[in-house]
């Protein structure tokens, strides 16, 4: 059973340019979720699927964030027209069933805006 | 109040000795409760879980619940410089989406 997959694992990007970043769950994983943490915090939440359905999107989250999970398989975070304060690490985690089940993350995307 | 609260530290502990985490959160609603470990660099990976009121333990790790206090702590015994990392509290708000506290950075001192 493999983990959960994120791609890429760096990305540096100038300001103003759209990046995108995909989530794949472990497999069977009904429940994914996609998280944003800079230094010395916690994973901020950002939005979270069951299924394909997307249940919320925190409303700290710019209109320039954008989540999909097409067929309730793997995701996509876009961001647009990024900026500097963008800079994060980004998570994907997943789980089965619904809420209060182990989340497992993945490895993390690290974005760098410059 | 915010949903998950943990003290930042960081909180210094001599190896060999008992490192006593601790996390309030606001949702009385919520079930379960989650302690996840982060070293530097690197995602959180899932140490211990807790539902009921009381203690779990598991190795060298004790989760401690007390729902009518809304607490939960993690003790770390024979604490070791391997455990020297970030540990983040997080709870199911609703009982549904997951929210982490901002952490605690532990050093366990040789």
Redesign the interface.
């Known amino acids: 059973d493999t983990g959960v997959s994120q791609n890429p694992r760096h990305k540096i990007t100038k300001r103003g340019q759209n990046v995108t970043f995909r989530c794949d769950p472990i497999s069977e994983h009904n429940r994914l979720?996609w998280?944003r943490q800079t230094l010395?915090?916690?994973?901020?939440?950002l939005t979270?699927f069951q299924n394909e359905a997307q249940?919320?999107k925190s409303r700290l989250l710019s209109d320039r964030f954008s989540a999909e999970r097409p067929k309730g398989s793997f995701s996509t975070l876009e961001i647009q027209r990024t900026e500097q304060g963008d800079s994060a690490?980004y998570?994907c985690?997943s789980s089965l069933g619904?809420?209060?089940?182990?989340?497992?993350?993945?490895?993390?995307s690290w974005l760098t805006v410059v | 109040q915010k949903e998950?609260e943990?003290n930042?530290g960081p909180l210094s502990v001599p190896e060999g000795a008992i490192a006593s985490l601790n996390c309030t959160y606001s949702d009385r609603g919520s079930?379960?409760f989650?302690w996840y470990r982060q070293y530097s660099g690197?995602?959180?990976?899932?140490i211990m879980?807790i539902y009921s009121n009381g203690d779990k333990e598991d190795g060298r790790f004790t989760a401690q619940l007390n729902k009518a206090s809304q607490y939960v702590s993690l003790l770390i015994r024979d604490s070791q410089p391997s455990d020297s990392a970030t540990y983040?509290c997080?709870v199911?708000f609703?009982?549904?989406?997951?929210?982490?506290?901002?952490?605690t950075r532990l050093h366990i001192l040789p």
């Not at chain 2, 609703?94 to 952490?103: E, N």
């Open positions: 979720y998280y010395g915090q916690g994973p901020e939440f979270y249940l919320e690490m998570l985690a619904t809420g209060g089940n182990t989340i497992y993350f993945g490895e993390g | 998950v943990q930042s079930q379960s989650f690197k995602s959180p990976e899932l879980f983040l997080a199911p609703r009982d549904d989406k997951i929210i982490f506290g901002k952490g």
